[in-house]
């Protein structure tokens, strides 16, 4: 999984078009957004993603065909549900809230984006850290610990989240660039690990794979304390992981740069590279591990990487979570700073960073990434789905598009109560159904348009009844 | 220059694929195997940087 990417859209850091629509002699082609799409989407966390499914005891079945339909379903979101909007309104996905919901609504929502990135930044720490850590034989945190198991690893979690937070705040063009020249390699790395960990299996031929891989790797059996995962589990997973991106329409920023909707198939660059092949290979180093030592289930990218891969392993560990980490502090900088323009970026960047380390240093949230991750795209979700119905259904429901802008009002509620009230209805469904956090946005997402549709009728109509009293 | 750097690059890229693709064929020791890694690891980021452009973020 990954953050979506500025790389594309090929325009300085609060620069041109972020208050207009992007003229089409700006727009890109086919390449810019395979490109990208490739590398963002394997990253540090890929590391972990692909170990947590063998630990959550899914089938091979489950992953290989879950894993097969999750993405493609991923893919049509981009494609059918966020680009054609992008290439519409070629706005990004600030500007276009702040004329859906108000200037205060979008603060509100660039805080808990902002928030929501510094963790996910940590995670990313966390996975660089297991691999800085293997010279000096740090004790590696366990799959069910919550909290640092050692001085070491805070130390190691420390050394990396200052090193990404100081280069986030002062050179991020650096990272980017190194970022770009590491994207191939690290995929092919990724690659080259799942082909030498095979034989380590016992796997000498192709016809070998399914069976060896049901028997050794997704064997349907949890690792203790975890919870048992299916083929829906992965399927929703896959879906879902990039919400915020697709469902959620962040990446309007990024296709508003397309030529054409049918630009965001792109995405499937990313999604059978990184959160197919790369999860895949990531779920063999760890199997690997396993059936060495049955009890060493600790989920440290550094050392599963060091044994099949070895220097280079540790590069790309360090690497993979160093690049992505960077520009995720960086823009949860932008987040915050977006709320109070007058804070210096620097110091708002290390604190987002400070705020990230200390997270990493808690291997929860990095043991528990799943579960993160699909709160991540949860909590933002219904911000997309306000967005779609906006865009298609304003005018079919008497309504006004861009309710905001046109009405001047900075906090449009029945925006803010559909966010509000969606979330708590989806704590409900989680609560009182049983229904887990990875199937919730579905749901969720139906009944935010809805909501969002009955609010803005009653809250649009209320406002223009006050406005022709007053 | 650039262009020989830049098939240079590409060799790099090619043997970490085939490194460990002759692990898979038992043709290679997993040691071996990973010295040939890093080597490529090592050319592709020395050659690269000459070749490919830096973007404007």
């Known amino acids: 999984m990954a953050e ?10 609060g620069g041109e078009f972020e208050r207009e629509p992007v003229p089409e002699n700006q727009t890109k082609g086919w390449r810019s957004f395979i490109g990208m799409y490739a590398g963002e989407h394997a990253a540090g966390t890929e590391f972990m993603i692909g170990p947590l499914f063998v630990a959550h005891g899914v089938s091979a079945f489950d992953v290989l065909v879950g894993l097969l339909v999750g993405n493609l379903l991923a893919v049509l979101s981009w494609t059918f549900l966020c680009a054609p909007i992008a290439v519409k309104k070629r706005l990004t996905l600030y500007f276009q809230l702040e004329k859906i919901c108000g200037v205060r609504l979008v603060e509100l929502y660039n805080l808990a984006n902002g928030v929501l990135f510094c963790f996910l930044a940590g995670a990313m720490i966390a996975v ?3 691999a800085v850590g293997i010279p000096f ?3 590696m945190p366990g799959l069910n610990d919550m909290y640092p198991n050692s001085v070491g690893w805070i130390l190691a979690v420390f050394a990396v989240g200052a090193v990404i937070s100081i280069v986030a705040a002062y050179g991020y063009d650096t990272v980017a660039h190194i970022a770009n020249i590491a994207a191939p390699w690290m995929v092919l790395v990724f690659l080259a690990c799942g082909v030498a960990a095979l034989p380590e299996l016992g796997i000498h031929s192709l016809g070998d794979f399914y069976a060896i891989a049901q028997e050794k790797v997704w064997t349907g059996v949890p690792v203790e304390g975890q919870s048992q995962f299916t083929f829906l589990h992965v399927m929703f997973f896959a879906w879902f992981c990039n919400l915020a991106m697709h469902i959620g329409m962040s990446d309007l920023s990024i296709f508003r740069f397309a030529k054409k909707a ?6 499937a660059a990313g999604m059978y590279l990184g959160h197919y092949m790369a999860w895949i290979a990531a779920g063999l180093l760890y199997a690997i591990q396993l059936n060495a030592d049955p009890t060493d289930t600790a989920v440290a990218p550094g050392p599963m990487a060091w044994k099949i891969a ?4 540790i590069i790309c560990v360090i690497i993979a979570g160093w690049t992505t980490a960077n520009p995720t502090i960086y823009r949860a900088g932008l987040a915050f700073q977006g709320i109070r323009p007058k804070w210096s970026r620097f110091k708002v960047t290390m604190a987002a960073g400070l705020v990230a380390t200390l997270g990493a240093c808690f291997p929860a949230l990095v043991m528990k990434l799943l579960d993160f991750v699909a709160l991540y795209g949860l909590i933002l979700m219904p911000m997309g789905a306000i967005i779609f119905m906006d865009h298609y259904f304003s005018a079919k429901f008497g309504l006004q598009e861009y309710y905001a802008e046109k009405s ?7 925006a803010g109560l559909t966010w509000f009230v969606t979330l708590a209805l989806c704590v409900a469904l989680n609560k009182i159904a049983n229904i887990e956090i990875f199937f919730l946005a579905l749901p969720g997402w139906f009944i935010a348009a809805f909501l969002y549709i009955a609010l803005s009728k009653v809250y649009q109509k209320s406002i223009t009844v006050q406005g022709a009293v007053s | 220059m650039k262009q020989a750097l830049m098939i240079i ?3 790099a890229l090619v043997v970490l694929l085939v490194a460990p693709t002759a692990v898979f064929l038992q043709k290679m020791e997993l040691s071996t195997c990973k010295h040939w890694m890093f080597a490529a690891t090592v050319i592709w980021f020395v050659t690269a940087p000459f070749w490919m452009k830096r973007k404007a973020q």
């Open chain 1, 262 to 267: 049918r630009m965001g198939l792109a995405s």
């Open chain 2, 9 to 11: 690059s590409i060799l």
């Open chain 1, 4 to 13: 979506d990417a500025e790389t594309v859209q090929n325009e300085p850091a």
């Open chain 1, 137 to 139: 034989n740090m004790p």
């Open chain 1, 310 to 313: 070895g220097a280079t392993g």
């Open chain 1, 408 to 414: 001047r009002i900075v906090f449009n509620w029945a």
């Open chain 1, 128 to 130: 660089s850290a297991t």
